[in-house]
């Protein structure tokens, strides 16, 4: 039987290791289930107290995807079963990702992440907390969340914010696709390496003198991939984000969602790009619309393991809901691609329902992610 997840070290030139782990589900496009999780995390654990190794490499299965996205048909399963309450496997499964999530956005060891090809919802949520974060010529990356009755979690509260020029609202209400320099120009990326230079890459990770502090061994990584990058940097693609900025700051500095809303839409363009973009938010969920924004204000003055919190919340109701299983069973199900909202449009959304998802299931206490401290 084919491990999901496979580990390994390189051994270094000075003694040192890299530690190696990489998703090995590439038919699923590496799509992160329950069974990963459970062997990643403690495999980080216990590579923390390890002082020979010096960092660590995440990648994914072939050349296809990093990472597609969390196991959503694991978790559509789960809600159908359960018949509209609360699913434990949900909310297992929503738990354990954002504490492997958070863990590698706190790991205090080089953390690299080679996110090559596709890059999508939980495959984003593991890439976006690395420490050194990879893009390629082929990285395609996104939180299409909008489309499957969701919004973008994983973290997603925290990280759009960080975002200039308002491209997190952007991004999270279109879920639009956007490439390596578009990755770097909104922070969810550091460096553009070229896929045809990835075993090179590897060969001079070994061949660095990594110390025992792990301050040095961070400066020593760095150093290395300025060095790297400038080598490939004439194949990074244009920026759309960035060849959009005005435009999207513009469209978006409104303080309410229809206003927001009515600006990208009305947005006339021959630019493919954003005309998806355009096509997605007008076909998706208007309540998966109204949390997202909900979600990115909310999110502004929230601190990072307080964003998972909150997160969690909204996922487990999502789960309960309905819009949830209803987009992933047209897209991924039935595939009739047809889906039947809650709501037919943004006005129609009630608020009792935004309210009812913000309200937390749990009090302070009793949250299941109480131990990620604030």
């Known amino acids: 039987m084919t491990q999901v997840v496979n580990f390994s070290e390189i051994n270094c030139a000075n003694g040192k290791k890299i530690a190696v782990i990489t998703l090995n589900s590439p038919k699923s496009l590496n799509?992160?289930?329950?069974?990963?999780?459970?062997?990643?995390?403690?495999?980080?654990?216990?590579w923390k107290?390890?002082?020979?190794?010096?960092?660590?490499?995440?990648?994914?299965?072939?050349?296809?995807a990093f990472c597609a996205g969390g196991?959503?048909?694991?978790?559509?399963?789960?809600?159908?079963?359960?018949?509209?309450?609360?699913?434990?496997?949900?909310?297992?499964?929503?738990?354990t990702e954002y504490e492997l999530d958070h863990y590698i956005h706190t790991y205090?060891?080089?953390?690299?992440?080679?996110?090559?090809?596709?890059?999508?919802?939980?495959?984003?949520?593991?890439?976006?907390?690395?420490?050194?974060?990879?893009?390629?010529?082929?990285?395609?990356i996104a939180m299409p969340e909008i489309s499957i009755g969701?919004?973008?979690?994983?973290?997603?509260?925290?990280?759009?914010?960080?975002?200039?020029?308002?491209?997190?609202?952007?991004?999270?209400?279109?879920?639009?696709?956007?490439?390596?320099?578009?990755?770097?120009y909104c922070h969810l990326a550091d460096y553009f390496v070229a896929s045809e230079s990835k075993n090179a890459l590897i060969e001079q990770l070994g061949q660095v003198d990594w110390q025992d502090s792990v301050e040095l061994n961070h400066e020593l990584l760095s150093n290395l991939l300025v060095t790297v990058e400038q080598n490939s940097i004439s194949q990074l693609?244009?920026?759309?984000?960035?060849?959009?900025?005005?435009?999207?700051k513009e469209i978006t500095s409104a303080d309410n969602l229809a206003s927001i809303v009515d600006g990208i839409l009305s947005v006339e363009t021959e630019d493919k790009?954003?005309?998806?973009?355009?096509?997605?938010?007008?076909?998706?969920?208007?309540?998966?619309?109204?949390?997202?924004?909900q979600q990115i204000k909310a999110g502004a003055s929230l601190s990072l393991a307080d964003c998972?919190?909150?997160?969690?919340?909204?996922?487990?109701?999502?789960?309960?809901?309905?819009?949830?299983?209803?987009?992933?069973?047209?897209?991924?199900?039935?595939?009739?691609?047809?889906?039947?909202?809650?709501?037919?449009?943004?006005?129609?959304?009630?608020?009792?329902?935004?309210?009812?998802f913000f309200e937390s299931k749990w009090s302070q206490e009793q949250h299941p992610l109480v131990h990620l401290g604030r």
């Open 31 to 46: 799509a992160l289930g329950m069974d990963m999780i459970a062997l990643i995390y403690p495999k980080l654990q216990q």
């Open 49 to 64: 107290t390890q002082d020979d190794i010096a960092a660590v490499f995440l990648q994914g299965e072939g050349e296809k």
């Open 71 to 95: 196991d959503i048909v694991y978790m559509y399963n789960d809600i159908i079963a359960d018949k509209g309450s609360y699913s434990p496997g949900v909310e297992k499964y929503f738990t």
């Open 108 to 140: 205090n060891k080089p953390f690299i992440v080679w996110g090559n090809g596709i890059v999508m919802g939980g495959g984003l949520g593991l890439m976006v907390g690395g420490s050194h974060r990879i893009v390629t010529e082929s990285s395609r």
């Open 150 to 184: 969701l919004y973008p979690d994983v973290g997603g509260s925290y990280f759009l914010n960080k975002m200039p020029n308002n491209c997190g609202m952007f991004l999270g209400l279109t879920g639009a696709s956007i490439n390596a320099a578009d990755a770097k």
């Open 237 to 248: 693609p244009e920026s759309k984000l960035s060849e959009h900025e005005a435009l999207i």
């Open 273 to 293: 790009w954003f005309s998806r973009a355009q096509k997605s938010l007008k076909s998706g969920s208007p309540l998966s619309a109204s949390l997202t924004f």
């Open 308 to 356: 998972f919190r909150m997160e969690l919340n909204l996922s487990v109701k999502s789960g309960k809901f309905g819009e949830f299983s209803e987009g992933v069973r047209a897209l991924l199900i039935d595939k009739d691609y047809s889906p039947q909202w809650s709501f037919s449009s943004l006005e129609a959304v009630d608020k009792k329902v935004i309210d009812w």
